[in-house]
């Protein structure tokens, strides 16, 4: 029988009404609407890749959080929570929280004062073209194989809920995404994710209120989950629900992580290197107004962003739970190569991915569950329009202005801009494809960033706070680090036993691995770097004005009262931030 | 994002937050009315009504707000 048909038959939950199809059609009509009102103003390349640098606080910020919100952060860890319980939320908390406030407080005023267009564009003014080649190809890869991945869970929502064809589904998004982006650029993709933030919370955030009504609250989810798992004998069923208490050894927790790979693995390298030298996000912020409002914007983000748990973790831990299949026994999913196989879909088996349109489907009727299946697919443009506005800045001045062909005019990059986009999205759907082969999203994307951000950040940082880093070091080191990062995975993917060399304990799960081989290849390339460093010649501080600290004078930002100041509001952010660490411990 | 002669990005989010709002309402007004054979999980809040609602209120706060003709007085009065 066809895959969609045998969905379709076996998912009575779901069915769309009129009141559904005119919602995501309206939002369908809404973002092509905006693209086509901003195409006349994106005539200049400052305009078209960095939204004219007249973005508000809110706005960036926004978007800044918003560009994160695809599919990684609604089913990929929605599916992460149902298979290693909260502990996914380390990856909301310490993965990101203390990042975003040193991006704000630290880093943001060496990339605004130097006036790049990109990360890649840094690197060139501290280390020269040898380190900006290597991150930009790297980083143009990276953004079209994510774009695939959003294009991927988009289709995956599409066929699981409203049955339709995959082929059809990554059509849709990827002529929608292209035309908006390639209209209006990075102002369009930015207006976007504005209006996607607001409804993915408007989609979402029903399902969380009415779980933990069905579930009892908090302390009714907990019992039902320790219910649940203690009859299916699974190992540790107490440790779903506590965040630091499990974290003691590899063996104590399902993912078979300790506090090590959490705190270093994931909140000093894999975050780090994310929140502060990823593209994708560091470009929104490059597009706000002034200073302070660069600084303010990822201190709104985080603000946000420490509350996307409520709305991702929460879902599949209801899932544990509290789903049942139609006959009412407890539904446990299971990994997607499993759910995917013939046996599988022959038994009416789901992925751990799906967890979150099956809690859409329990609670939403129509209009509602038109609301949240638009958030969703919101949620995942937001992702594709980000990576591919991304790769759109990175390969016209990263890599063609300065590789190719450096004459080039502000005209023709514009132009260029249009068309880098509708093809960066025929490399997505490519990409797409590819990724249907991977067991889990999220496994994929962590290994992805463990192989490029996480040497980045080592060469970023070393960048911005030593002077005596040398170019040579910058590209070496930055070069180490990444092969270093993709052999230890071949490794491991050749002989499995080597997990116990790399992740240190057998009981290292895919999540650990990816932690650990984050560490490793940030610190080769920072080992590297200082070497070679030391026996090379250094850029004299004359050229390394406005690029490093100690030589580059910070613009003082206008006198504002301490409620309008970013260190205020960090201060703030990073108090509930530690509250949250001991309510959940 | 506001400009005197640009739509702002708020108004945008308010017209899309608002129309939702005003389908969902009106969805559950009338399941209420004629009640659904396969009822979703805590029918009976008829979260559709409430939410519904609540998104219509905040659509229209935001659209009156930043609709076209209040940024026009805002920047008459600033300039």
């Known amino acids: ?585 | 994002m506001k400009s005197g002669s640009h739509l702002s990005i708020w108004f945008f989010t308010g017209i899309c937050l608002g129309v939702n709002g005003l389908l969902i309402f009106i969805t559950g007004i009338y399941e209420i009315a004629n009640p659904p054979a396969n009822k979703v999980a805590l029918y009976d809040l008829h979260a559709n009504v409430w939410w519904g609602g609540f998104l219509l209120v905040l659509g229209l706060v935001y659209s009156l707000r930043f609709s076209p003709a209040q940024e026009r007085k805002r920047m008459s009065k600033s300039s």
């Open chain 1, 1 to 585: 029988m066809n895959l969609a048909l045998l969905l379709l038959s076996s998912s009575t939950l779901v069915h769309l009404s009129a009141v559904d199809l005119a919602i995501i059609v309206f939002y369908f009509a809404l973002v092509l609407g905006i693209g086509l009102y901003l195409k006349g103003q994106a005539n200049t390349g400052e305009d078209f890749f960095m939204a004219g640098r007249e973005m508000t606080a809110w706005v960036a910020g926004l978007a800044f959080l918003s560009a994160n919100l695809g599919s990684l952060e609604l089913m990929g860890w929605a599916g992460n929570s149902y298979k290693y319980g909260i502990l996914a939320a380390h990856w909301y908390w310490i993965g990101a929280i203390p990042s975003m406030l040193f991006l704000a407080l630290v880093m943001m005023p060496f990339y605004y004062v130097c006036k790049t267009h990109s990360v890649p564009g840094y690197l060139k003014l501290r280390f020269g073209k040898g380190a900006q080649a290597i991150s930009s190809i790297s980083f143009a890869f990276m953004t079209v194989l994510m774009s695939g991945i959003n294009m991927y869970a988009m289709a995956v929502v599409m066929r699981v809920v409203l049955g339709w064809d995959l082929n059809f589904s990554i059509l849709v998004s990827s002529l929608t995404v292209a035309a908006y982006v390639a209209l209006g650029g990075l102002r369009s993709a930015i207006f976007n994710e504005v209006l996607q933030f607001f409804l993915i919370w408007a989609g979402a955030l029903l399902i969380p209120i009415l779980g933990l009504i069905e579930a009892g609250g908090w302390t009714g989810l907990q019992a039902k989950i320790l219910q649940n798992l203690t009859e299916q004998h699974v190992a540790n069923p107490g440790s779903y629900t506590h965040l630091w208490s499990t974290l003691g050894s590899f063996g104590s927790n399902p993912m078979g992580i300790n506090w090590a790979g959490i705190v270093f693995g994931l909140g000093a390298v894999i975050a780090m290197g994310y929140w502060t030298t990823d593209f994708l996000v560091v470009q929104r912020v490059l597009s706000a107004k002034d200073l302070r409002s660069a600084e303010l914007a990822p201190i709104i983000g985080a603000a946000f962003k420490m509350c996307v748990p409520f709305i991702v973790i929460l879902p599949g831990l209801l899932g544990l739970a509290l789903l049942r299949d139609p006959q009412g026994h407890l539904l446990r999913l299971v990994p997607a190569d499993q759910a995917w196989s013939a046996a599988g879909q022959a038994q009416g088996l789901h992925g751990y991915d799906e967890v979150l349109p099956l809690m859409l489907a329990r609670y939403c009727g129509p209009g509602l569950l038109g609301l949240g299946i638009t958030a969703l697919i919101a949620g995942f443009m937001s992702g594709m329009a980000g990576n591919v506005s991304a790769f759109t800045t990175v390969w016209t001045y990263d890599i063609y202005a300065t590789l190719i062909n450096p004459k080039v005019t502000d005209d023709f990059k514009v132009k260029m801009g249009r068309w880098v986009t509708v093809i960066g999205v025929i490399i997505s759907i490519g990409t797409a494809y590819l990724v249907m082969q991977a067991q889990s999203i999220m496994d994929y994307v962590q290994a992805l960033f463990s192989f490029f951000i996480a040497p980045l950040f080592g060469t970023v940082i070393l960048g911005m706070l030593w002077k005596r880093a040398s170019p040579a070091g910058g590209w070496t080191g930055l070069l180490a680090g990444t092969l270093s990062s993709v052999g230890m995975y071949t490794w491991v993917k050749i002989d499995p036993n080597a997990v116990r060399y790399v992740a240190l304990s057998m009981d290292a799960q895919d999540q650990a691995q990816n932690m650990f081989r984050a560490l490793w290849s940030c610190l080769i390339c920072m080992i590297v770097t200082i070497v070679v460093s030391y026996m090379t010649k250094p850029k004299p501080d004359s050229e390394l004005k406005d690029v490093v600290y100690g030589l580059t004078p910070i613009p003082k930002t206008e006198h504002v009262s301490w409620f309008h100041s970013p260190i205020f509001w960090a201060v703030v952010v990073a108090a509930i931030f530690v509250i949250l660490q001991i309510i959940f411990w």
